[in-house]
Nanobody
Framework: QVQVVESGGGTAQPGDSLTLSCAAS????????MVWYRQAPGKEREFVAA????????YYADSVKGRFTISRHNANNTMNLQMNALKPEDTAVYYC????????????????WGKGTLVTVSS
């Protein structure tokens, strides 16, 4: 059974930094893209960032570009999201996912999701 587990959420003040981590069980993440989405209260889940299997190509939502950095470590099936200059509008539950295929596609579904980790940005 595939397991995707996020960690690293918490409370931060505007301007602070947080790093989220995602761990995928077994070889699920091998050869597949990995993604971060988020869902704020009362809003739909939205794309945040994605990274291809090799870890060379990264994609970001305009709202986080320049502030967030996605990376992955295939040796241990993990992925990180470094979040800098946090804003109150970054408050959301952040979900890690695995999308089949070596590179991320906006149109393709995400096959496996974690349960999410809450990030709250407030002064």
């Amino acid at each position: 059974q595939v397991q995707v587990v996020e960690s690293g959420g918490g409370t931060a003040q505007p301007g602070d930094s947080l790093t989220l981590s995602c761990a995928a069980s077994g070889r699920t993440a091998n050869n597949n893209a990995m993604v971060w989405y988020r869902q704020a209260p009362g809003k739909e889940r939205e794309f945040v960032a994605a990274i291809n299997w090799v870890g060379i190509r990264a994609y970001y939502a305009d709202s986080v570009k320049g502030r967030f950095t996605i990376s992955r470590h295939n040796a241990n099936n993990t992925m990180n999201l470094q979040m800098n200059a946090l804003k109150p509008e970054d408050t959301a539950v952040y979900y890690c996912g695995i999308q089949y295929g070596g590179d991320w596609s906006r149109l393709a579904p995400v096959q496996h999701w974690g349960k999410g980790t809450l990030v709250t940005v407030s002064s």
